[in-house]
């Protein structure tokens, strides 16, 4: 392996889990569809298991890697196969303006990559909030994360980050991947979900940014009834006004978040906006 014969190990404080069989790398792009005009973000291109296949099919990507010690090597990489329709940047993908990467002339980005798990949803917060410059993403997950983020309600697994991207997007799965197939191994398998973003939401919010804590306040304290859970939240409801908004849209307060759809959500904060702006 490259990383071996460069003499360096995998970092466990960057979640570094490294693709290792060319097949399945290969077998991910194609399920992908990458359409050959396309301009792929890469996020943690690592070794380049992915951008050396994602290459050879989109018009362009652009490689970001926030370990800067991997950079030169990537690049040697993709020189020596040849490829030069990759751009790298040294940089965490947290911190970069996504406004910047998109391409020209209204186009949007497919974003693809093998996720570090200690920052997944904090990337999965990112994609919701400039999905105006994303078409589609196709990540790699470990297990259980991504059966929380496909989660339908009333599934155990359902929760915020269930509802933020279902309200926006539609998940499928494309392929799941053993831990065997990493480096270093790690202890849970994988799976590949494609991410697509909707031109609008079925049942908009009147503010997503209000939706969002909304649903924050519910899963709070997901084991109490929607009732105690908002008025014990940062929405500052009293218990009497959280009872008296979720029987006006129909809600029993009784209820778990757990068992809300989307469009029920989307009720309940249209409804409590109203009132807090009232």
Not at 163 to 175: D, E, G, H, K, S
Not at 216 to 221: G, I, L, M, P, Y
Request: aromatic content about 6%.
């Amino acid at each position: 392996m490259l990383l071996n014969a460069s003499q360096m190990r995998a970092k466990k404080q960057l979640g570094q889990n490294f693709l290792t069989d060319p097949q399945t790398a290969e077998a991910i792009v194609t399920r992908s569809r990458v359409d050959p005009r396309a301009v792929v973000l890469e996020i943690g291109a690592g070794l380049g298991a992915l951008t050396v296949p994602l290459a050879r099919k989109a018009a362009r990507v652009l490689a970001v890697e926030k370990d800067r010690e991997l950079v030169p090597l990537l690049k040697t990489e993709l020189l020596a196969k040849g490829i030069t329709n990759v751009v790298v940047t040294a940089a965490d993908i947290l911190a970069l303006d996504w406004e910047t990467l998109a391409p020209p002339a209204g186009e949007k980005l497919l974003v693809m990559g093998n996720l570090p798990y200690n920052i997944s949803s904090q990337i999965l917060v990112r994609l919701i909030r400039h999905r105006r410059w994303v078409e589609r993403a196709v990540l790699m997950f470990q297990k259980e994360l991504a059966q929380r983020i496909a989660a339908a309600p009333g599934n155990r697994d359902y929760g915020r980050l269930s509802v933020m991207l279902q309200y926006c997007a539609r998940i499928r799965p494309l392929l799941d991947l053993k831990a065997s197939q990493f480096y270093p191994r790690p202890k849970v398998d994988s799976i590949v979900l494609e991410i697509t973003f909707l031109p609008a939401p079925p049942e908009p919010a009147d503010d997503e940014d209000f939706f969002s804590r909304v649903v924050k306040a519910a899963f709070s304290q997901r084991r109490k009834t929607l009732r105690n859970a908002l008025s014990g939240s940062q929405l500052h409801l009293e218990s009497s006004a959280a009872a008296a908004v979720l029987q006006a849209v129909a809600i029993d307060p009784a209820r778990r978040a757990e068992t809300l759809s989307i469009a029920e959500f989307v009720a309940l904060s249209n409804a409590l906006g109203r009132r807090r702006s009232a």
